[in-house]
């Protein structure tokens, strides 16, 4: 009876992260590619792919998309103007599994091409907070990622309509090839 249990709890739980990897590929197939006047606009915003990497854990990398949407706009310490924005992430786990979480980032307007960023996700009790700091340059997101048990990088390229599809692979650990 236990097994039996199990088993039903598992499938349980994969129909539900399918369902949820359904919606989320709904929403990032629905987004629409983001303007070069937009950019300017609201740097961050738009479709972003790239990969992940822990440096702490036995996960390592894996594929990773982000839907980011401008918010609000904001003003820093000392005045500067700043943005908001939420962004969406899923990562992919082993090539099977995503993990999905929304992150709001306060970004700094940009400066000598560079726009900075930071923002942070409360994980669960046992987690706690997991902080992001990043900067995007050109059409490139780096982001570093530190929580009570896990660090590393998340490193995205924005999606044009020129972009090649790289949905079906995942860049290898040392994220040169973004």
Known sequence: MRRKLLGWLGIAALCGGCASRTAYDRHWNAEPVVTASAVEATP???????????NDSDYYFGLAHAIIMPLEAVKL?????????????????FWVFTEEFRVTFTAAAPRDGKVSFYGERIMNPIDGVCRYDGFLQGDKIVTSFNSIKDYGTIVLRRVTAESPDVTGAAWGPSQDNH
Do not use: D, N, V
């Open 77 to 93: 310490t000392g005045g500067t103007p700043g943005q908001t924005y939420e962004a969406h992430f899923q990562l992919y786990h």
């Open 44 to 54: 961050l915003a738009g479709k972003w792919q790239g990969s992940w990497q822990s």
